[in-house]
């Protein structure tokens, strides 16, 4: 089981992850796992794409409007969950 997000770390998007730009967002899969999740947002496409530009995922969501940085915190946790974002 993959540890859960730590906000004070530096991720970054998986290796084995492909991201597949769409009008709504991307579809992220991850040929390890064969996982498909859904990055129903262009801007938490962008986060995860950036997230290795950040020392911490705290550092990364300052950027985030305050409106969307709890539903990008918990995306993120997902998607590190599912290890399609993992600890630099």
Known sequence: MPAPLDPA???RLSPGVALR???FGALAYHFGNRR???L???ELVHLVVELDQYASVHQALAGVSERHRDAFRRALATLAA???IIPQ
């Open 9 to 11: 770390r530096p991720y």
């Open 82 to 84: 599912a290890d399609m």
């Open 21 to 23: 730009p769409e009008p």
């Open 36 to 38: 498909l999740s859904f």
């Open 40 to 42: 129903k947002a262009p």
